[in-house]
């Protein structure tokens, strides 16, 4: 992406989304991002579904096979709300960047691949500050497979046509397949097109860190100047 054409807005704080099915590498490409820009301004990562009390309700459902696919729809954007009203909102607010590891777009792909209702999702995604920079780690869905086994943990999903779909010779690979698709259809409607820079990537050829000191240089202006000073302007 040429730097001439980013889009800027004027909006305090910089909210950056890094999107991705699992196994994508994304969390490493996180750290490095933070890593280097809290170097120079005021950084905070947050993480898709770090509420404990929420988590706990879910595992606690799971485990009581009562967590359908509508109930862990509510549950995802409860814990979506809270994290934006308590600590993204307020972060941007104050000038800060903020780094989503998973924002809206991970509710919206999982509601449709579950086979919930998006149309709550939908209504919600309005009335939410849409992210300055979008990244999504396009990584070969056989490849996040692969590192998903690799480390061990299981894949969570809700949908119970997959799991009992005894054709399917890999349901967990199918999923994350499936997830990918509605990824590519969000990613290129024009309602997020017209107000995002959304970067998808491939490969490790694309320099996101580059990318975002561009995007920093056109928003602040001089790489000097504080973001305070941009948020008194």
């Not at 704080?13 to 890593?35: D, F, H, R, T």
């Amino acid at each position: 992406m040429d730097k001439h054409n980013y889009k800027t807005n004027t909006q305090k704080g910089v909210l950056i989304v890094c999107e991705g099915i699992s196994g994508s590498g994304k969390s490493e490409s996180i750290a490095k991002i933070y890593n280097h820009l809290s170097a120079q301004y005021n950084v905070q990562i947050v993480e898709w579904n770090s509420n404990e009390k929420i988590r706990k309700i879910v595992k606690a459902l799971c485990n009581l096979k009562m967590l359908t696919s509508t109930i862990y729809s509510i549950l995802q954007w409860i814990s979506f709300c809270i994290d934006y009203f308590t600590r993204i909102l307020p972060a941007l607010n104050k000038g800060n960047i903020v780094i989503a590891d998973r924002y809206v777009y991970t509710a919206l792909t999982r509601d449709i691949v579950n086979g919930s209702s998006v149309l709550p999702g939908k209504y919600l995604c309005t009335l939410v500050r849409k992210p300055e920079m979008l990244f999504f780690y396009d990584t070969n869905c056989e490849l996040c497979y692969e590192r998903i086994l690799t480390r061990g943990k299981a894949l969570f999903h809700t949908n119970k046509y997959i799991k009992r779909n005894k054709l399917l010779k890999n349901k967990n690979l199918y999923y994350l397949m499936k997830l990918r698709g509605e990824y590519m259809k969000i990613l290129r409607k024009s309602n997020l097109l017209g107000h995002t820079n959304v970067v998808i990537i491939k490969n490790d050829e694309v320099n996101v860190i580059k990318m975002l000191d561009q995007y920093l240089m056109l928003k602040y202006g001089d790489t000097n100047k504080s973001q305070e000073q941009f948020i008194n302007k």
